[in-house]
């Protein structure tokens, strides 16, 4: 296969906030994410790596004495998602089906900041879901970037109806595997 590097992929994302509260520590927040990312796609298959900058600014007034009223962090995110697709036709009572066979991989890889002085606005860890274990950060909001390096693998099965195409049934079995432990965490977590 025969490609070019404008078939890379560029996307930027930013966020800006301001949070106040009449006793607690009030700022701004500016988060910016340049990305590129190559995929490579086939009808029945498909990796895409993605390399991600995560940088965030923070400005903060009623912080604690001796605190800094500014952070900075910034971290690059690497990702390669690849998987596969198998399909044989099947019948069960009399109707006629296409089974699939979807074996994915995902592995995650963003190296550990100091994070423990920005405050946590909010952010907290994700629910633990199908979508969930494929994302780049086990956090929802920005105060926390987790850092990975870690494999997560799954097989669905999917039954669809031959005339229509409609989804009958889906069956996912999914792994996370980690290679170092996680050391950014949320206060209070283990």
Partial sequence: MHRHLDDAALAFGAEFNRFSHPTLVTGSRLHVVPSISYPLMTPGGYVIPRLA???????????????????????PVMSIDSGLTFERPISYSGQSYTQTLEPRVFYLRAPAREQSGIPIFDTGLADFNFAQIFSE???????????????????????????DGRERLRFTLGQRFYFTEQRVTLPGEI
Avoid: E, H
């Fill in 53 to 75: 900058w995560q940088a965030t600014t923070y400005q903060l007034q009623n912080n604690a004495a001796g605190s800094p009223d500014a952070f900075t962090r910034a971290l």
């Fill in 137 to 163: 950060n086990i956090y929802s909001g920005t105060d926390r970037i987790a850092d990975a390096n870690q494999l997560t693998t799954a097989v669905t099965t999917r039954l669809l109806g031959q005339k």
